[in-house]
């Protein structure tokens, strides 16, 4: 079963430190609603602070990250909720 894709689901991905999570689905919302201005920008702040972690589409699903990768992502995983637990 595919999960229902809602802004308010990305918002809990992101109040969790799930980006990645949060950008799928700000991406697939905003694909289908492409005109829609607080979805773009809300995604555009994603990608931000997602940084170069975005790999092409092309890759995304075909080839396992390499270890680095994996610790890079999860090391800002682990700021981004212990961000979240100061506020």
Do not use: C
Not at 19 to 40: G, H, R
Not at 46 to 63: A, F, T
């Amino acid at each position: 079963m595919e999960p229902l894709l809602t802004r308010t689901l990305a918002e809990i991905y992101l109040q969790q430190g799930h980006l990645q999570e949060a950008y799928k689905i700000l991406k697939a919302l905003a694909e289908k609603d492409p005109f829609n201005p607080e979805i773009q920008e809300r995604l555009k702040e994603v990608r931000e602070r997602l940084g170069d972690w975005i790999p092409p589409e092309s890759e995304r699903e075909s080839s396992p990250l390499p270890d680095e990768e994996k610790i890079r992502i999860l090391k800002r995983w682990l700021a981004n909720i212990q961000e979240q637990r100061r506020k």
